[in-house]
């Protein structure tokens, strides 16, 4: 597949008109960027803005509360990552690019979804383990 040149520069190297399409990304990005923590960028692909954007199951000590055990803030956490990929669903979803490119992106994050569910029903299995052993959450 060609890719149309940028700037008006033709190029017959596909490993420069990759790094260019990068280059041109992370242009768009920095100029387009406005405040939300996802974007698409011109060929679909989701971007990731916000710094940290992209940790896995990270928790801050100020949302924890005294009532909820590790299991809750856990579940808590995998649902909040589990919403931003379905808000990033429904955004590919509304784009305007292909439907083959739609569904490639729709495809892959809908394993992620996935995963996260798998992941909520583990950690529900395992506090429901705990509850009924009297297991201790910590080690």
Do not use: C, F
């Amino acid at each position: 597949m060609a890719t149309p040149p940028i700037n008006g520069i033709s190029r017959n190297n596909p490993l420069a008109d990759l790094w260019a399409e990068r280059i041109q990304a992370n242009k768009e990005a920095k100029s387009g960027s406005d405040g939300e923590a996802t974007s698409l960028t011109s060929d679909g692909k989701i971007r990731v803005n916000a710094p940290g954007g992209m940790k896995v199951a990270s928790t801050n000590a100020s949302e924890e509360t005294d009532n909820d055990d590790e299991y809750t803030r856990q579940i808590k956490e995998l649902q909040k990552q589990l919403k931003r990929v379905m808000d990033q669903i429904a955004k590919v979803k509304a784009s305007g690019m292909s439907d083959e490119m739609k569904a490639q992106q729709v495809l892959a994050l809908n394993a992620q979804a996935v995963q996260i569910q798998g992941q909520i029903v583990k950690v529900m299995a395992q506090q429901a383990r705990a509850a009924q052993g009297g297991v201790s959450t910590t080690a």
